[in-house]
Structures are given as structure tokens and as C-alpha cells.
């Protein structure tokens, strides 16, 4: 069982680039989202989905893209990458909305914007 | 707006000892969910534990249990015979009964001494 698979795990963009940061559970959850972790403040909700077709932002959304037609995909997209948007990116998918759901995370991507 | 307040930047402890890591929190509700993760350095976030606000007994997981106390907005986390592989970043995190968003506070990194 592979769980939450994120990829890739490492990434150098320049400024201005787009690329999209893969997600992918085998779980059957419907609850995805994704977190930024940087130093000294914790993780931070980007977007989530609900389940496929729909999205939502979370607390810091500008800059990032998200869509879901299936159940096990949520790719993150970066429309045009700032060094702002250096951080690790971590891809939780939960089976439920809410409450005291576990969340399971990906290993993350390091992602560093030159 | 929820916050998490972990005061606790780094902690460490002697191997088979005890420490204590601290969480605060701000929030209206009455009813919500804490938990704390574990991060190693492999960045795998993994559950730890978690608690209900409406219960009143402290959750335990073999040597890791919690002190909640709801008046104070307190909840830290009690690791009992600390082992070399205890060593990591810990997230304490907050998250409303009826929402997804879960608030982390910026995170206690343990080491363990041998």
C-alpha cells in the first residue's frame, strides 16, 4: 500500500517558470490538500478538494493552481514560480472531512525558486 | 482565526527519560481536535496522537500521552522513556469540528541523547 506518493521530491525552478507538483493516494479518500512548511511557521493549507470536481482555497492560495478529476489525483500547479514559493510542499489526503480524521501525508517536495 | 503556539523551538532529553512539549492555542469553538505530529528527518509526517475537546480524559498512546487542559488552551505532549528514534520535529495542530483546515504551530524539534 503506497499510501500518499508525491512527486518529484526535489525541484530547482527560475523565476517565472510553471511546473506542476504531482499527488497521488491509493487510499479511496476523498478529502486531498496540500501544505507549504516553512521554518519557523508550521505548515499552512494551500488549497484542498472535497472530493473529484471540487476545490477550494485555503489559507495562503495566491500563485497556485489546483484541480481534481479523479479521486486519487491532486496536482498543485505554479503558474509562474517566485522565490517567494521556496519551501517544501506537502501533499494529506484524510477519508472523511473533519472531526478527528487522521490526515496522511506525502514525504514532501523541496522545491526552491532561483 | 485559530492559532497554535508552540514556545519551544528545541528541546532535547536523555535517552529512557521524560520530556514535556509544549502547545498553546486560540480559538471561540467549543468543540474541535488536537493533535500532535511527528515529523523525523525523513520529513514523513506521522500521527502521534490525538484528543476530542469534549473529552475529558487525556488520550495515551503507548509512552506518548497528553496534558489537555481546556480552560488554559493548553495541550503538550509527555514522552515517557525517550528513545533514540523519539528524535524529530513535532507539530502540535489544531483543526475545528465541522472543517478540514488544520493550524499548525511552527513546530519543537526534540533530539534524544544517547
Known amino acids: 500500500n503506497a499510501g500518499v506518493t508525491q512527486t518529484p521530491k526535489f525541484q530547482v525552478l527560475k523565476t517565472g517558470q510553471s511546473m506542476t507538483l504531482q499527488c497521488a493516494q491509493d487510499m479511496n479518500h476523498e478529502y486531498m490538500s496540500w501544505y507549504r512548511q516553512d521554518p519557523g511557521m508550521g505548515l499552512r493549507l494551500i488549497h484542498y478538494?472535497?472530493?473529484?470536481?471540487i476545490t477550494d482555497q485555503g489559507e495562503v492560495p495566491n500563485g497556485y493552481n489546483v484541480s481534481r478529476s479523479t479521486t486519487e489525483d491532486f496536482p498543485l500547479r505554479l503558474l509562474s514560480a517566485a522565490p517567494s514559493q521556496t519551501s517544501v510542499y506537502f501533499c494529506a489526503s484524510s477519508y472523511s472531512w473533519g472531526g478527528g480524521t487522521e490526515a496522511f501525508f506525502g514525504q514532501g517536495t523541496r522545491l526552491t525558486v532561483v | 482565526a485559530q492559532t497554535v503556539t508552540q514556545s519551544q523551538p528545541e528541546m532535547s532529553v536523555q535517552e529512557a527519560e521524560t520530556v514535556t512539549l509544549s502547545c498553546t492555542y486560540d480559538t471561540s469553538e467549543s468543540d474541535y481536535y488536537l493533535f500532535w505530529y511527528k515529523q523525523p528527518p525523513s520529513r514523513q509526517m506521522i500521527l502521534v496522537i490525538r484528543q476530542e475537546a469534549y473529552k475529558q480524559q487525556n488520550a495515551t498512546e503507548n509512552r506518548f500521552s497528553v496534558n489537555f487542559q481546556k480552560a488554559a488552551k493548553s495541550f503538550s505532549l509527555k514522552i515517557s522513556d525517550s528513545q533514540l528514534g523519539d528524535a524529530a520535529m513535532y507539530f502540535c495542530?489544531?483543526?475545528?469540528?465541522?472543517?478540514?483546515?488544520?493550524?499548525f504551530g511552527a513546530g519543537t524539534r526534540l533530539t534524544v541523547k544517547p
Open positions: 478538494s472535497v472530493g473529484a470536481g
Open positions: 495542530a489544531y483543526r475545528k469540528y465541522n472543517n478540514n483546515d488544520m493550524r
